[in-house]
């Protein structure tokens, strides 16, 4: 018997991330330096939030281990909550969250590597905190700043506006893909194989019809093991995203990758581990697509991910 089809779940943007860590205290200093500020401290859960209108982006949990929590996804309307809650693996009751923002919730688990994936519908947005200035650059043919207006900036973390997407080794690529392109309005901006032709590694964007929306919002890759790769999150620009890696740097913390210019999305990198072990991203200027957009298909390779900054790390894809 065939198996039923249902509608797709439609998203609207990644909301936010969870994550455990044994030395909270740590993990807590180091969100604070990467650039993100307290929303809501509750003592063993600690709920990180950008300068953008969400809540929160990032909730960091004291635990026995050190532990990926999954992603959260808003979702459209609650009919989307509630055929997930009865469609989906796993799948809880919608319930009402008790996470800065409120609204309801449902949390479901991958049916390939069942770690957990969260969806909420009715989290009420904060006002934006900051709103950093869009700077006049003197280009050699064309001079935008004024005479005697100079660029001037301070040491400084690099503040976080949103969480932009979040990436996972997988330990099957097409049973992965098959679930989240057709239960969920996810398409792939690029899909990247190996030279044998099998794919094995993929980039999907939110399919929101013309609304411009991000280059990606969710990657995978087929590994031997199940793990989430890196949380990415937008600062400002790249002189903020410079300033960032240098108090990184200045703290001693440790840097994986960066700073350079990926090739698929086109988005500017900087990689970092936190003090659990974790990698996180600080990304700018990254493509934007619709639905007009081609998929891309390309092989994979060591000159596929970036187009400038430092020798790819032979661990990064591990």
């Not at 001037?152 to 097409?174: E, I, L, N, Q, S």
């Not at 901006?189 to 190996?194: G, T």
């Not at 890759?221 to 989430?228: A, C, D, Q, R």
Request: hydrophobic fraction near 35%; glycine fraction near 8%; charge should be negative.
């Amino acid at each position: 018997m065939a198996e039923q089809q249902h509608p797709k779940i439609r998203l609207v943007r990644v909301a936010h991330v969870y994550y455990t860590h044994v030395d909270l205290d740590q993990a807590r200093q180091f969100l604070l330096d990467f650039g993100f500020t307290v929303a809501e401290d509750r003592g063993d859960t600690v709920y990180f939030k950008g300068y953008g209108t969400d809540p929160f982006v990032y909730c960091a949990t004291k635990g026995a281990a050190n532990e990926f929590g999954g992603a959260a996804f808003i979702v459209e309307s609650l009919a989307d909550l509630e055929l997930a809650s009865k469609t989906l693996p796993k799948a809880t009751a919608v319930e009402d969250s008790d996470a800065p923002g409120g609204g309801q919730r449902v949390t479901f688990r991958d049916p390939v590597d069942d770690f957990a994936f969260h969806l909420v519908y009715g989290q009420t947005p904060v006002e934006m905190s900051a709103h950093l200035p869009e700077l006049d650059y003197n280009f050699p043919e064309n001079k935008n700043r004024a005479v005697n207006k100079t660029q001037r900036f301070k040491k400084a973390p690099a503040p976080v506006h949103k969480m932009g997407h979040f990436g996972c080794c997988v330990t099957d690529f097409a049973r992965a893909f098959d679930f989240y392109t057709t239960r969920f309005n996810l398409k792939p901006s690029d899909l990247i194989h190996n030279p044998e032709g099998k794919e094995i590694s993929t980039f999907l964007h939110l399919d929101r019809g013309m609304e411009q929306v991000d280059h990606h919002t969710f990657f995978f890759f087929e590994g031997p093991k199940f793990h989430v790769h890196h949380s990415s999150f937008e600062v400002h620009d790249f002189d903020i995203q410079s300033l960032g890696h240098q108090w990184l740097r200045d703290k001693d913390y440790d840097l994986v990758w960066g700073v350079g210019r990926h090739v698929m999305g086109s988005q500017i990198f900087d990689y970092w581990y936190d003090r659990s072990g974790f990698i996180v991203e600080h990304y700018v200027d990254g493509d934007l697509v619709d639905e007009t957009t081609p998929i891309t298909k390309s092989e994979a390779g060591p000159d596929s991910l970036h187009v400038w900054g430092p020798p790819l790390p032979p661990t990064f894809l591990a």
